[in-house]
């Protein structure tokens, strides 16, 4: 299937001769050219019909230009009508849709992926993300149109004509939105207290904008990523991990723009803000008594939780440890739990029908809360920003729960690693599930939904998950085990499993 975890994505890479060519150069190398971009054009085209509207908005890659132009091209050949969103972030495009009344939407990005790289997420007409289904037929209908090339002869390189048919202001038109959810937040928590945050925007769209933004709400805060040489590098939530701590004196030596860019300053204090490319995730920085470290997902969602009032609904993915949490019952509101696959669309699709307040996490900071719609009605969707001021909110109220009790939490990644050898089901699989069993009792397998190649191995308080990235050549291996338990002898048979697997299925 052309489709990872989140969209298409790949390397750039020289349009080839042919649209077959082109579709093998993403299947077997997991590159990206013009061609394939005009082949989904003519495929979205052809299944939104003639006279449908279709949105396209992008970040700032070297290359999103002339991909733009490569599906407005196949789009239009379809008989689309296109509205060009501009650069925007992935939120603002989804609320562009929204906006526009448009059958689909288009974000061109790769997300935290180099700059080098890039992709397409396609969202329905109600502003939700392609699901398996869509994705597999979708991708048989792409392999059918390569293999007609004849019949689709509009070529992609004369395509400095191509324009669109109207354009709209995404970029500007989210900042309006923000402002809206920010009044929802600080009506449903406290306005922030006093705050200096620095903010990286991994010198996506928002590095143009956010100081101001949110000073103009009462939140002091300077932008750094302006100083990255490219999207994404050197920057950026995508160069964070959840688990990522620092001494003071070690900052100095960091090549990451934000973290070099901290100061020593009283413990318990949040002091920093990292978004991802594409602006629809958040890692939040909080000082330590010898340093600073990492608050990630979970953690953000757990600040929200702690202030909330009456009743929730939570979803976290499969890699989050909320989903241990055995203490809810210490909070001040009511909380219903779902646990989803790894990936924003299975969090709002489990999220979808629920009558009650929502939130959706993953400790990578991607977070799902409700938003107002256009159309006066409710979206759900993720947003960094939205996600930030929703945790400063919560944590400016005075009556607070207790922090809630989430355990350990280990992943490691074989990268790169060849992820035909993995498919969580096959004699390596059983090899894996041999090897926990030997150490831990009681373990029972499954898989879930939205996660193909997923491995879970479950008892009690304690998971252990493999699966492969959905967007970059690498398969992790990730333990939960809930506060109390002994974990020491799960994270040995973690990294047993690693190990065995390093050694099966690097590349």
Same mark, same amino acid.
């Given at each position: 299937?052309?489709?990872?975890?989140?969209?298409?994505?790949?390397?750039?890479?020289?349009?080839?001769?042919?649209?077959?060519?082109?579709?093998?150069?993403?299947?077997?190398?997991?590159?990206?050219?013009?061609?394939?971009?005009?082949?989904?054009?003519?495929?979205?085209?052809?299944?939104?019909?003639?006279?449908?509207?279709?949105?396209?908005?992008?970040?700032?890659?070297?290359?999103?230009?002339?991909?733009?132009?490569?599906? &407005?091209?196949?789009?239009?050949?379809?008989?689309?009508?296109?509205?060009?969103?501009?650069?925007?972030?992935?939120?603002?495009?989804?609320?562009?849709?929204?906006?526009?009344?448009?059958?689909?939407?288009?974000?061109?990005?790769?997300?935290?992926?180099?700059?080098?790289?890039?992709?397409?997420?396609?969202?329905?007409?109600?502003?939700?993300?392609?699901?398996?289904?869509?994705?597999?037929?979708?991708?048989?209908?792409?392999?059918?149109?390569?293999?007609?090339?004849?019949?689709?002869?509009?070529?992609?390189?004369?395509?400095?004509?191509?324009?669109?048919?109207?354009?709209?202001?995404?970029?500007?038109?989210?900042?309006?939105?923000?402002?809206?959810?920010?009044?929802?937040?600080?009506?449903?928590?406290?306005?922030?207290? /006093?705050?200096?945050?620095?903010?990286?925007?991994?010198?996506?769209?928002?590095?143009?904008?956010?100081?101001?933004?949110?000073?103009?709400?009462?939140?002091?805060?300077?932008?750094?990523?302006?100083?990255?040489?490219?999207?994404?590098?050197?920057?950026?939530?995508?160069?964070?991990?959840?688990?990522?701590?620092?001494?003071?004196?070690?900052?100095?030596?960091?090549?990451?723009?934000?973290?070099? /860019?901290?100061?020593?300053?009283?413990?318990?204090?949040?002091?920093?803000?990292?978004?991802?490319?594409?602006?629809?995730?958040?890692?939040?920085?909080?000082? &330590?008594?010898?340093?600073?470290?990492?608050?990630?997902?979970?953690?953000?969602? *757990?600040?929200?939780? !702690?202030?909330?009032?009456?009743?929730?609904?939570?979803?976290?993915?499969?890699?989050?440890?909320?989903?241990?949490?055995?203490?809810?019952?210490?909070?001040?509101?009511?909380?219903?739990?779902?646990?989803?696959?790894?990936?924003?669309?299975?969090?709002?699709?489990?999220?979808?029908?629920?009558?009650?307040?929502?939130?959706?996490?993953?400790?990578?900071?991607?977070?799902?809360?409700?938003?107002?719609?256009?159309?006066?009605?409710?979206?759900?969707?993720?947003?960094?920003?939205?996600?930030?001021?929703?945790?400063?909110?919560?944590?400016?109220?005075?009556?607070?729960?207790?922090?809630?009790?989430?355990?350990?939490?280990?992943?490691?990644?074989?990268?790169?690693?060849?992820?035909?050898?993995?498919?969580?089901?096959? *004699?390596?699989?059983?090899?894996?599930?041999?090897?926990?069993?030997?150490?831990?009792?009681?373990?029972?397998?499954?898989?879930?939904?939205?996660?193909?190649?997923?491995?879970?191995?479950?008892?009690?308080?304690?998971?252990?998950?493999?699966?492969?990235?959905?967007?970059?050549?690498?398969?992790?291996?990730?333990?939960?085990?809930?506060?109390?338990?002994?974990?020491?002898?799960?994270?040995?048979?973690?990294?047993?499993?690693?190990?065995?697997? !390093?050694?099966?299925?690097?590349?």
């Amino acid at each position: 299937m052309l489709f990872g975890t989140d969209g298409i994505r790949g390397e750039i890479c020289l349009s080839p001769n042919s649209y077959q060519e082109a579709v093998e150069l993403l299947l077997q190398e997991r590159k990206l050219c013009n061609k394939l971009m005009h082949l989904v054009g003519l495929g979205l085209g052809e299944i939104s019909g003639d006279g449908s509207t279709v949105i396209i908005g992008w970040d700032d890659r070297p290359s999103n230009t002339e991909i733009v132009r490569s599906l &407005t091209s196949g789009l239009q050949s379809k008989g689309c009508y296109v509205i060009h969103a501009g650069m925007c972030a992935t939120p603002g495009l989804q609320n562009a849709l929204l906006e526009t009344k448009s059958d689909f939407g288009c974000m061109i990005t790769a997300s935290h992926n180099p700059v080098s790289d890039s992709g397409i997420k396609i969202f329905d007409s109600q502003g939700y993300k392609t699901y398996p289904e869509f994705e597999n037929d979708f991708s048989n209908l792409i392999y059918e149109i390569s293999s007609n090339e004849s019949e689709n002869t509009c070529t992609i390189y004369d395509t400095k004509t191509v324009s669109p048919n109207s354009t709209f202001d995404a970029n500007s038109a989210h900042q309006e939105l923000l402002l809206k959810r920010f009044k929802e937040f600080s009506d449903m928590f406290a306005l922030p207290k /006093s705050a200096n945050i620095i903010i990286d925007s991994s010198k996506g769209i928002a590095h143009q904008w956010i100081s101001p933004f949110l000073e103009n709400l009462g939140i002091n805060a300077t932008e750094v990523s302006l100083d990255a040489n490219a999207l994404n590098e050197n920057c950026g939530a995508g160069e964070l991990k959840p688990t990522d701590s620092w001494k003071w004196e070690e900052i100095e030596n960091e090549s990451h723009l934000l973290i070099r /860019s901290l100061q020593r300053t009283e413990p318990g204090k949040i002091i920093a803000a990292a978004l991802d490319g594409d602006g629809d995730r958040c890692l939040i920085i909080e000082s &330590t008594s010898d340093g600073c470290r990492v608050v990630d997902g979970d953690e953000m969602a *757990d600040h929200i939780l !702690r202030s909330a009032k009456g009743n929730w609904h939570l979803a976290a993915s499969i890699e989050s440890d909320l989903s241990l949490i055995s203490s809810l019952d210490r909070l001040h509101c009511d909380v219903s739990f779902t646990q989803t696959a790894v990936g924003d669309r299975w969090l709002a699709n489990a999220l979808r029908d629920s009558k009650c307040q929502v939130i959706g996490v993953e400790d990578s900071g991607h977070i799902v809360l409700s938003s107002p719609a256009p159309n006066g009605g409710r979206t759900l969707v993720g947003d960094g920003i939205a996600s930030l001021l929703m945790v400063l909110c919560a944590m400016s109220c005075e009556n607070r729960s207790t922090k809630l009790s989430k355990g350990f939490k280990k992943r490691v990644s074989i990268s790169p690693s060849n992820r035909s050898k993995w498919t969580g089901d096959n *004699d390596l699989a059983d090899a894996v599930e041999k090897i926990a069993n030997q150490s831990i009792k009681g373990l029972h397998r499954s898989s879930l939904e939205g996660e193909s190649n997923l491995m879970l191995l479950e008892k009690s308080g304690l998971s252990i998950g493999i699966r492969n990235s959905g967007t970059q050549a690498k398969t992790n291996v990730s333990l939960r085990v809930s506060s109390g338990l002994e974990t020491t002898v799960a994270e040995n048979v973690a990294n047993a499993i690693f190990e065995m697997l !390093r050694d099966k299925i690097s590349n």
